[in-house]
């Protein structure tokens, strides 16, 4: 099980490179740097937030996690 400060952590590295991308797609695509950053800004704050709901809600599920043993020697 991770930790919650864990969980915020690898949301916003991941984040750093998918702001960087939303970033330079919205300048290309608007042509305005201060619109560019103002959508990877609103972007990165969304996806982290929603990264973190969707970790959280992975800890509760049993799929795919191995059980600890019932006793150690």
Same mark, same amino acid.
Request: hydrophobic letters at 50%; glycine letters at 8%; zero cysteines.
């Given at each position: 099980? /991770?930790?919650?400060?864990?969980? #915020?952590? *690898? %949301? #916003? ?5 998918? $702001? ?5 797609? %919205?300048? #290309? !695509?608007?042509? =305005? @740097?201060? &619109?560019?950053?103002?959508?990877g800004? !609103?972007? $990165? %704050? !969304? *996806?982290?937030? %929603?990264? +973190? &709901?969707? /970790?959280?809600?992975? =800890?509760h599920?049993?799929?795919? *996690? /191995? *059980?600890?043993?019932? +006793?150690? @020697?």
């Amino acid at each position: 099980m /991770e930790t919650h400060i864990r969980s #915020i952590l *690898k %949301a #916003i590295s991941w984040r750093a490179g998918g $702001t960087a991308v939303t970033f330079i797609v %919205a300048w #290309i !695509l608007t042509g =305005n @740097i201060d &619109i560019a950053a103002k959508i990877g800004a !609103l972007d $990165t %704050a !969304l *996806k982290i937030g %929603a990264f +973190y &709901i969707h /970790e959280r809600l992975w =800890n509760h599920l049993d799929f795919g *996690k /191995e *059980k600890p043993p019932e +006793y150690q @020697i």
